[in-house]
């Protein structure tokens, strides 16, 4: 397995672009599987090995799929669909698969989908899937190890206990094509659902309300083909806003939309960082030392949980006393571990960490336990004195593109080592 070699401690400047949302680009993929006729282009894809084994999963039930990684086009033509299983080899890589679930339920009247595989963080379940798509109709049972659905759905009232990204986008795909109107309540108010509500209205869907707790579907007959881009990977940008803060680097982000990371930005703010925004552009100067900061994460629009290695990476070496409450997945506290072998004073009780920030890492070995805490992890080599190795970076190729070779172009001196 490749490994990052890194040493420190650095300091990022420059100009770094994002590419398209990993988290947007994925479920839109596989909405494309709800166009019966024609071909549906999608840009700004990035060339991610999570977008790879979806490819392969949409070839697999019959669409014809072709990806140009270079200019990150990708064309789906899924009039010729064939198949409703979605198979195990492919879905235990990662969880985002489970979204060829509404399509093919939407479009064939049955899906048979293997229980999806990804990062471990604790309990992800797919049950808000299963009652939401038991809700409009369909008959669903689990039979060694896979998800069956049967039916044609009706619109109806849907609701959700705790706000769902993919339990939102999967129910959006079911529901455009359904006979009735659908309303969700306590839907995902995530940027990503956003983009594919745009996509599905692109296409001729009646999706009213992304981006709020509840939307409204009005189905349509079919969905046509469209050209649609992608929007900027928020989590990305956020990533390389803390590097510059954890370094006292500064570095302009482009390619993305500010207002999804307002409050990354304003606890960066509070920790002594100067930030300007722009249309599509962000640009962070960390202080000298960085301040100590309570964060909590939260459903959107609360503090993204896929940025809290990051930050609390930060705070490892901030001055004072900082307090990180961790309330999406009840596990996402492994890196924990690894930042105490960079020298990090971090004590967990209860799903709250509380970081007493040292004035310096030290290098030390490390291993990345998934994709974000990769990141953070390789943030806290940056900013440490001496040699690092970062282990398992494979996590990180699932989100980042080429993520050593931008980081040295910021000034980072990283290299990836071939196992």
């Not at 930050?311 to 999406?328: D, K, P, R, W, Y």
């Not at 890196?335 to 967990?348: C, N, P, Q, Y």
Request: aromatic share 6%.
């Amino acid at each position: 397995m490749d490994k990052f070699d890194i040493q420190g401690p650095n300091v990022l400047k420059g100009r770094v672009r994002v590419d398209g949302s990993k988290n947007a680009a994925l479920p839109i993929i596989c909405g494309a599987l709800l166009v019966d006729k024609g071909e549906t282009v999608i840009r700004n894809v990035p060339p991610l090995r999570d977008i790879y084994t979806l490819r392969e999963m949409l070839r697999s039930v019959g669409a014809a799929v072709e990806y140009d990684d270079k200019k990150q086009v990708m064309t789906i033509n899924a009039e010729a669909l064939d198949k409703t299983e979605a198979p195990y080899e492919l879905m235990k890589q990662m969880r985002g698969s489970f979204l060829v679930l509404g399509p093919l339920l939407a479009r064939m009247g049955e899906a048979r989908i293997s229980l999806p595989g990804g990062c471990s963080l604790g309990a992800r379940p797919v049950d808000y899937h299963i009652k939401a798509f038991a809700g409009l109709g369909a008959t669903i049972k689990q039979d060694a190890g896979f998800v069956i659905a049967r039916g044609k759905l009706k619109g109806t009232s849907i609701y959700f206990d705790k706000p769902s990204h993919t339990g939102t986008e999967n129910l959006l795909f079911g529901a455009v094509l359904a006979e009735g109107k659908t309303i969700i309540t306590n839907a995902a108010c995530d940027p990503e659902v956003v983009d594919v509500a745009n996509f599905l209205n692109a296409a001729g869907a009646k999706v009213h309300g992304a981006g709020t707790p509840n939307i409204t579907i009005e189905p349509v007959k079919r969905l046509k083909a469209v050209d649609y881009k992608v929007a900027g990977d928020r989590m990305v940008a956020g990533t390389y806003m803390i590097g510059a803060a954890m370094t006292g680097g500064k570095i302009e982000i482009v390619g993305v939309n500010p207002q999804e990371l307002t409050m990354p930005i304003h606890k960066l703010q509070e920790m002594g960082c100067k930030i300007d925004t722009a249309a599509k552009s962000i640009t962070v100067k960390g202080p000298k030392r960085l301040k100590a900061v309570n964060m909590t994460t939260f459903p959107y629009p609360g503090f993204p949980t896929d940025l809290q290695a990051c930050l609390m990476a930060a705070t490892c070496i901030a001055e004072g006393t900082s307090h990180v409450q961790e309330t999406v997945y009840v596990d996402r506290f492994s890196h924990t571990m690894e930042f105490r072998r960079l020298g990090a004073d971090i004590s967990v009780s209860a799903g709250e960490a509380v970081i007493n920030g040292v004035e310096q890492l030290q290098g030390a070995e490390v291993m990345a336990p998934d994709i974000r805490a990769g990141a953070g992890l390789v943030l806290a080599c940056l900013a440490a004195s001496g040699q690092s190795g970062v282990q398992r970076v494979y996590h990180l190729d699932r989100a980042y593109h080429r993520f050593e070779e931008r980081l040295s172009s910021l000034g980072a001196d990283i290299k990836r080592v071939k196992a």
